[in-house]
């Protein structure tokens, strides 16, 4: 079960599904009207697909695998990685957003809260604490130029 936590979409996949049977058990509040549940939801599933697209396409261009299980042998600090440290985790926390929009879902939305607090307090410094280990002044001079998160 430990290691089921060590893989990042595990904590939004975990809040989500929560989340789903908190709305559909006790709490079904429902703050869009139709159609613009759809349309907002949609749009920003969008955002998020195209985020996650670019961060998984910019590592592969560097010859980096993007399963964090595997070692790295390069920092990837240009594209979208230039403004943003984590773009997949971001672009995860934009989807269970515009999941919670569609389904129309307060539940869902707030679900975004324990999964940034997941990312932003568990994930994220461990996978720093790696990067430091392994890349060294290059990774810090990066934290230096491009935040954690915008």
């Not at 396409?57 to 993007?66: A, D, W």
């Amino acid at each position: 079960m430990k290691k089921f936590f060590r893989v990042p979409p595990a904590f939004p996949i975990l809040f989500t599904l929560i989340a789903g049977v908190v709305h559909s058990t006790v709490w079904a509040f429902e703050p869009l009207n139709d159609p613009w549940n759809y349309i907002s939801g949609g749009f920003i599933i969008s955002i998020a697909i195209l985020m996650f697209v670019i961060a998984v396409m910019t590592f592969r261009r560097r010859g980096e695998s993007f399963d964090i299980r595997r070692p790295t042998s390069q920092l990837v600090t240009n594209g979208i990685y230039a403004s943003s440290r984590n773009p997949a985790y971001l672009a995860m926390l934009l989807a269970i957003f515009g999941i919670g929009c569609v389904a129309n879902s307060l539940a869902i939305i707030l679900a975004v809260i324990p999964t940034f607090i997941a990312f932003n307090w568990y994930t994220v410094p461990r996978e720093e604490r790696y990067l430091r280990r392994t890349i060294g002044h290059e990774y810090e001079e990066y934290t230096k130029r491009v935040r954690r998160w915008l």
